[in-house]
């Protein structure tokens, strides 16, 4: 099986691991409810006590827990004999999950300045820019991970899109059997050059990740020192122009309490409006960087359940019940790699990670969360019984008629949106347990927006229990897979990297010339 039970204790309160946000050593911590929130407490011998949120809502909290699935890790991991976590990131061997979607930084380097950045390469000193041979080796890296490969690569910075040999990088992600090859980026040059995503559609991008913070230019000017509003409008345009092979878009909001959190409606709202090419929303609430007292922590922290909070306020779309944590659809991949014999990809990220929420957009703009007519809960512990029994099964296609039968029995007809037939919905659905063709997943992708969320963690909410279990990884130049919140927080696995391969910022400009820097 992809999937076992999760080790994670559940329930309230809990002990786990975390790290002294000052020395970064391992220490005890103490995951509790108190006043309907959840905190966590730790001691460091040295530093002393530090308390900060970890969740501002305990319903939410014990509910993701019960969709919490461990996976069975790397079985070529490169670091065979860790002891303890995050010491020696590599994957290693603690590692309970696989790769379900790969950073890789193409350059450190940005075509803009924002005063809000710390690791672009004026700020930082030096140039991080692996060379086209070094990335094409990242490529073939997590490739070759086992037992699952890598399907899924997001090429990030600094800005990837000024990357020189940015549309090869493509092509050869493509090549090596990338079946989702995305972008984040800024946007400006989808906005600027007419051609830039046609070329990208031609080279075989199939995601954009557009950096997206509200719908104001007030809030660009404070977080990247221009007006940028008509430069997401204008790169949204030129990526609808598109006919053949055309990227979805999904918006990246960084949130911020009390400087863009009442923007969240409106973002949803643009999102909709433009969902012929705009697949998604994904927010990002701020993780502090650096040091910062508990006063101001408290003032500016905002988790999941705020995000879910303020939709609920600001659209009525969705309410609590319509989410759930990015683990609740191990089933799915368990079951379709039971029935085709092959381990998929699988997301058992900690149940704390993130929460999403699918929903189906009528015609005239009405939303309908898939939980409004599905029996999330039911039919994903069914599908998870049926996935133990077909596994290793003499002839598992067998199967797929009860399979069919648990999805018709968690339907509800009468709760289902104008426009969706069963028949329709059932087929889709049953294309997905069948195979994982791109039509299949895209038959399942139409008439329906994706809207989640992933709080990354920082020093003051570090649980190592979510570093190892973490299905986002960045791979880089010297062959080790680092978990995201490893690589950004704590030990902060990025400073070490990059200045490892990096040019310092005077040789750069004095070789290579100024631009982008």
Not at 302 to 310: G, K, N, Q, S
Request: charge should be neutral; charged fraction near 25%.
């Amino acid at each position: 099986m992809i999937i076992k039970e999760s080790a994670l204790k559940k329930g309230l309160p809990k002990d786990t691991q975390s790290l002294c946000p000052e020395c970064k050593k391992v220490v005890p911590a103490k995951v509790f409810e108190s006043g309907g929130k959840v905190l966590m407490e730790k001691n460091c011998p040295e530093h002393g006590s530090v308390t900060d949120v970890y969740w501002s809502d305990v319903d939410l909290f014990l509910k993701a827990e019960k969709f919490a699935y461990d996976g069975i890790g790397v079985s070529n991991a490169l670091i065979q004999n860790a002891k303890s976590c995050p010491d020696n990131c590599g994957l290693c061997n603690l590692h309970t999950s696989h790769t379900a979607l790969a950073n890789l930084d193409l350059t450190n380097r940005c075509n803009l300045k924002c005063p809000i950045c710390f690791a672009n390469a004026n700020q930082a000193g030096y140039v991080y820019e692996p060379s086209f041979e070094e990335v094409v080796k990242m490529l073939e890296t997590l490739r070759a991970e086992r037992p699952v490969p890598c399907t899924a690569v997001q090429f990030s910075g600094g800005e990837p899109t000024i990357y020189p040999r940015f549309f090869d990088v493509i092509r050869k992600a493509k090549e090596l059997g990338f079946a989702q090859i995305q972008v984040a980026t800024n946007g400006i040059k989808l906005a600027d050059d007419p051609d830039f995503a046609q070329k990208c559609a031609d080279a075989g991008l199939n995601t954009i990740y557009l950096q997206f913070d509200g719908l104001n230019d007030e809030i660009y000017m404070r977080t990247r020192a221009k007006p940028m509003l008509d430069v997401k409008i204008r790169a949204i345009e030129n990526v609808r122009k598109l006919k053949d092979r055309r990227p979805s878009i999904v918006l990246v909001p960084t949130l911020v309490r009390g400087f863009n959190d009442d923007q969240i409606g409106e973002i949803i709202r643009f999102a909709i409006k433009n969902r012929d090419v705009v697949r998604g929303v994904n927010f990002q609430p701020v993780a502090f960087t650096g040091r910062i007292d508990q006063k101001e922590r408290e003032q500016g922290r905002y988790t999941i359940p705020d995000l879910i909070e303020d939709i609920k306020k600001q659209t009525g779309f969705a309410t609590e019940d319509d989410w759930y944590p990015v683990p609740a659809v191990a089933p799915i991949s368990a079951y379709a790699s039971a029935l085709l014999g092959e381990d998929k990809v699988t997301f058992t990220s900690h149940p704390h990670c993130g929460m999403a929420t699918y929903w189906f957009i009528k015609d005239d703009g009405t939303v309908v969360p898939l939980t409004r007519f599905v029996d999330v809960e039911g039919l994903f512990k069914e599908l998870y019984e049926l996935s133990k029994k077909t596994e290793g099964a003499v002839f598992p296609k067998l199967s797929l008629l009860k399979a069919r039968k648990i999805l018709k029995s968690h339907l509800d007809e009468s709760k289902m949106p104008e426009g969706l037939t069963t028949n329709q919905f059932m087929t889709v659905l049953t294309n997905v347990f069948n195979n994982d063709t791109k039509e299949g997943l895209a038959k399942f992708s139409w008439g329906m927006m994706l809207i989640s969320s992933m709080h990354f963690q920082d020093d003051y909410n570090y649980d190592i229990e979510r570093v190892k279990r973490c299905v986002i990884h960045y791979v880089v130049p010297d062959g080790r897979i680092i978990p995201f919140c490893a690589y950004n927080g704590g030990p902060t696995y990025r400073d070490e990297v990059e200045k490892k391969f990096s040019v310092p910022l005077a040789e750069w400009r004095r070789t290579r010339g100024t631009e982008y820097t």
